[in-house]
Protein backbone atom coordinates (compact mmCIF):
# COMPACT_ATOMS: atom_id res chain seq x y z
CA UNK A 1 0.00 0.00 0.00
CA UNK A 2 1.18 3.29 -0.69
CA UNK A 3 2.29 5.75 2.18
CA UNK A 4 3.50 9.16 2.83
CA UNK A 5 6.06 10.00 5.64
CA UNK A 6 7.06 13.38 6.53
CA UNK A 7 9.67 12.82 9.56
CA UNK A 8 9.26 16.43 10.51
CA UNK A 9 6.45 17.05 13.04
CA UNK A 10 7.49 20.33 13.79
CA UNK A 11 9.97 23.13 12.60
CA UNK A 12 11.20 26.62 13.64
CA UNK A 13 13.04 28.56 11.12
CA UNK A 14 14.08 32.53 10.92
CA UNK A 15 12.11 34.98 9.15
CA UNK A 16 13.96 35.37 5.85
CA UNK A 17 15.92 31.83 6.73
CA UNK A 18 15.32 28.73 3.88
CA UNK A 19 13.49 25.68 4.56
CA UNK A 20 13.20 22.10 3.21
CA UNK A 21 10.65 20.08 4.41
CA UNK A 22 11.23 16.33 3.88
CA UNK A 23 8.74 13.61 2.59
CA UNK A 24 9.30 10.41 1.88
CA UNK A 25 6.70 8.12 -0.56
CA UNK A 26 6.34 4.26 -0.27
CA UNK A 27 4.74 3.20 -3.37
CA UNK A 28 5.17 0.42 -6.22
CA UNK A 29 5.70 3.28 -9.23
CA UNK A 30 5.93 6.92 -9.43
CA UNK A 31 2.91 8.08 -7.61
CA UNK A 32 1.65 11.60 -8.87
CA UNK A 33 3.36 13.55 -5.50
CA UNK A 34 1.53 16.80 -3.89
CA UNK A 35 2.11 19.21 -1.48
CA UNK A 36 0.07 21.21 0.32
CA UNK A 37 -0.28 23.57 3.09
CA UNK A 38 -3.20 24.51 5.79
CA UNK A 39 -3.10 27.65 7.35
CA UNK A 40 -5.61 28.10 10.72
CA UNK A 41 -9.05 28.46 9.73
CA UNK A 42 -8.47 27.95 6.06
CA UNK A 43 -8.58 24.78 3.66
CA UNK A 44 -5.88 23.18 2.12
CA UNK A 45 -4.40 24.73 -0.61
CA UNK A 46 -2.87 23.18 -3.25
CA UNK A 47 1.28 24.59 -3.22
CA UNK A 48 2.66 22.21 -6.09
CA UNK A 49 3.01 18.56 -7.46
CA UNK A 50 4.73 16.20 -9.49
CA UNK A 51 3.68 13.69 -12.37
CA UNK A 52 6.63 13.29 -14.60
CA UNK A 53 9.08 14.96 -16.45
CA UNK A 54 11.22 17.37 -14.80
CA UNK A 55 12.09 16.30 -11.58
CA UNK A 56 12.53 20.20 -10.01
CA UNK A 57 9.02 22.02 -10.04
CA UNK A 58 8.00 24.94 -9.26
CA UNK A 59 4.67 26.15 -6.97
CA UNK A 60 3.42 28.81 -5.97
CA UNK A 61 4.30 31.16 -3.25
CA UNK A 62 7.84 30.89 -3.77
CA UNK A 63 7.94 27.11 -3.09
CA UNK A 64 9.54 24.33 -5.09
CA UNK A 65 10.01 20.56 -4.84
CA UNK A 66 12.63 18.14 -6.18
CA UNK A 67 11.50 14.39 -6.87
CA UNK A 68 14.57 11.74 -6.14
CA UNK A 69 13.60 8.76 -7.37
CA UNK A 70 16.60 6.86 -5.82
CA UNK A 71 15.61 8.49 -2.30
CA UNK A 72 12.23 8.12 -2.70
CA UNK A 73 11.52 11.75 -1.88
CA UNK A 74 9.85 14.56 -2.23
CA UNK A 75 11.29 17.81 -0.65
CA UNK A 76 9.95 20.98 -0.13
CA UNK A 77 12.01 23.83 -0.05
CA UNK A 78 11.78 27.85 0.05
CA UNK A 79 14.83 30.03 -0.50
CA UNK A 80 13.76 33.00 2.15
CA UNK A 81 10.72 32.37 4.45
CA UNK A 82 8.31 34.98 5.50
CA UNK A 83 6.65 35.36 8.29
CA UNK A 84 2.74 34.41 6.67
CA UNK A 85 4.49 30.97 5.70
CA UNK A 86 4.17 29.63 8.95
CA UNK A 87 1.38 27.28 8.55
CA UNK A 88 1.54 23.28 8.51
CA UNK A 89 2.55 21.17 5.40
CA UNK A 90 1.15 18.42 3.95
CA UNK A 91 3.13 15.66 1.57
CA UNK A 92 0.82 13.52 -0.68
CA UNK A 93 0.53 11.17 -3.22
CA UNK A 94 -2.32 10.43 -5.29
CA UNK A 95 -2.15 6.51 -6.72
CA UNK A 96 -5.10 6.94 -8.26
CA UNK A 97 -7.50 8.96 -9.75
CA UNK A 98 -9.37 10.32 -6.80
CA UNK A 99 -8.00 9.83 -3.77
CA UNK A 100 -5.16 12.04 -2.30
CA UNK A 101 -3.46 10.20 0.85
CA UNK A 102 -1.29 12.82 2.81
CA UNK A 103 1.46 12.49 5.38
CA UNK A 104 1.13 13.14 9.10
CA UNK A 105 2.23 17.02 7.92
CA UNK A 106 4.73 19.43 9.40
CA UNK A 107 3.86 22.70 11.32
CA UNK A 108 6.30 25.58 10.33
CA UNK A 109 6.86 28.45 12.72
CA UNK A 110 8.53 31.31 11.99
CA UNK A 111 10.42 33.81 14.07
CA UNK A 112 11.36 37.22 13.45
CA UNK B 1 -16.64 31.54 -7.64
CA UNK B 2 -16.62 31.30 -3.68
CA UNK B 3 -15.19 28.29 -3.19
CA UNK B 4 -16.17 25.32 -1.25
CA UNK B 5 -17.79 26.17 2.01
CA UNK B 6 -19.22 23.73 4.92
CA UNK B 7 -21.42 24.17 7.74
CA UNK B 8 -21.44 24.44 10.42
CA UNK B 9 -17.79 24.88 11.12
CA UNK B 10 -17.73 23.68 14.82
CA UNK B 11 -20.07 21.11 16.11
CA UNK B 12 -20.49 19.65 19.52
CA UNK B 13 -22.39 16.77 20.36
CA UNK B 14 -22.97 14.09 23.08
CA UNK B 15 -22.19 10.87 22.76
CA UNK B 16 -25.24 8.96 20.82
CA UNK B 17 -26.36 12.13 18.98
CA UNK B 18 -26.75 11.92 15.57
CA UNK B 19 -24.78 14.87 13.63
CA UNK B 20 -25.00 15.86 9.90
CA UNK B 21 -22.45 17.89 7.91
CA UNK B 22 -23.35 20.15 4.91
CA UNK B 23 -21.06 20.61 2.03
CA UNK B 24 -21.75 23.12 -1.14
CA UNK B 25 -18.74 22.53 -3.54
CA UNK B 26 -17.41 24.49 -6.37
CA UNK B 27 -20.47 24.89 -8.35
CA UNK B 28 -18.62 23.59 -11.92
CA UNK B 29 -17.10 20.77 -10.01
CA UNK B 30 -18.31 17.07 -10.60
CA UNK B 31 -16.58 15.76 -8.19
CA UNK B 32 -17.05 16.01 -4.14
CA UNK B 33 -14.83 14.37 -1.67
CA UNK B 34 -15.10 13.82 1.93
CA UNK B 35 -11.67 13.67 4.66
CA UNK B 36 -11.51 13.21 7.97
CA UNK B 37 -8.87 14.88 9.64
CA UNK B 38 -7.39 13.79 13.67
CA UNK B 39 -4.88 16.12 15.66
CA UNK B 40 -1.69 15.60 14.78
CA UNK B 41 -3.03 13.41 11.13
CA UNK B 42 -3.29 14.17 7.73
CA UNK B 43 -6.39 13.79 6.13
CA UNK B 44 -7.53 10.63 5.88
CA UNK B 45 -9.98 9.55 2.13
CA UNK B 46 -13.79 8.65 3.40
CA UNK B 47 -15.44 8.88 0.23
CA UNK B 48 -16.48 10.59 -3.01
CA UNK B 49 -19.16 11.48 -5.26
CA UNK B 50 -18.38 12.45 -9.28
CA UNK B 51 -21.72 13.83 -9.76
CA UNK B 52 -24.27 12.29 -7.59
CA UNK B 53 -23.22 8.67 -7.55
CA UNK B 54 -20.88 7.49 -4.52
CA UNK B 55 -18.16 5.66 -6.36
CA UNK B 56 -15.41 4.67 -3.41
CA UNK B 57 -16.19 4.58 0.08
CA UNK B 58 -13.06 3.97 2.50
CA UNK B 59 -13.06 1.13 5.19
CA UNK B 60 -13.17 4.04 7.83
CA UNK B 61 -16.55 4.73 6.74
CA UNK B 62 -18.22 2.46 9.32
CA UNK B 63 -21.92 1.43 8.65
CA UNK B 64 -22.62 4.77 10.98
CA UNK B 65 -21.39 7.05 8.51
CA UNK B 66 -23.91 7.55 5.70
CA UNK B 67 -22.96 10.48 2.56
CA UNK B 68 -25.63 11.47 -0.06
CA UNK B 69 -25.05 14.20 -2.63
CA UNK B 70 -29.36 13.93 -4.05
CA UNK B 71 -28.35 16.10 -7.27
CA UNK B 72 -24.76 16.31 -7.53
CA UNK B 73 -24.63 19.68 -6.34
CA UNK B 74 -24.08 19.60 -2.12
CA UNK B 75 -23.48 16.91 -0.15
CA UNK B 76 -24.12 15.65 3.33
CA UNK B 77 -22.57 13.24 5.78
CA UNK B 78 -24.13 11.97 8.66
CA UNK B 79 -22.93 10.30 11.96
CA UNK B 80 -25.46 8.21 13.31
CA UNK B 81 -24.69 7.30 17.59
CA UNK B 82 -21.44 9.51 17.51
CA UNK B 83 -18.83 8.19 18.91
CA UNK B 84 -15.91 9.95 21.33
CA UNK B 85 -13.93 8.37 18.70
CA UNK B 86 -15.34 10.70 15.95
CA UNK B 87 -14.24 13.76 17.24
CA UNK B 88 -12.00 15.18 14.21
CA UNK B 89 -12.18 18.03 11.64
CA UNK B 90 -14.29 16.36 8.60
CA UNK B 91 -13.19 18.09 5.57
CA UNK B 92 -15.03 18.44 2.01
CA UNK B 93 -13.29 19.12 -1.32
CA UNK B 94 -14.14 19.11 -5.02
CA UNK B 95 -13.29 18.84 -8.17
CA UNK B 96 -13.81 18.68 -11.73
CA UNK B 97 -13.17 14.89 -13.26
CA UNK B 98 -9.93 16.60 -14.86
CA UNK B 99 -7.79 17.46 -13.58
CA UNK B 100 -9.14 15.30 -10.61
CA UNK B 101 -6.15 16.14 -8.27
CA UNK B 102 -6.79 19.78 -7.92
CA UNK B 103 -9.07 19.41 -5.21
CA UNK B 104 -10.49 22.60 -3.44
CA UNK B 105 -10.67 22.33 0.41
CA UNK B 106 -13.24 23.66 2.07
CA UNK B 107 -12.50 24.79 5.73
CA UNK B 108 -14.05 21.93 7.53
CA UNK B 109 -16.00 21.19 10.22
CA UNK B 110 -14.64 20.55 13.79
CA UNK B 111 -16.73 17.96 15.47
CA UNK B 112 -16.25 17.36 19.26
CA UNK B 113 -18.06 14.68 20.50
CA UNK B 114 -18.36 14.21 24.82
Given at each position: AQSVTQPDIHITVSEGASLELRCNYSYGATPYLFWYVQSPGQGLQLLLKYF???TLVQGIKGFEAEFKRSQSSFNLRKPSVHWSDAAEYFCAVGPNDYKLSFGAGTTVTVRA | DTGVSQDPRHKITKRGQNVTFRCDPI????RLYWYRQTLGQGPEFLTYFQNEAQLEKSR????RFSAERPKGSFSTLEIQ???????AMYLCASSQ?????EQFFGPGTRLTVL
Open positions: SGD | SEHNLLSDRTEQGDSSTPWW
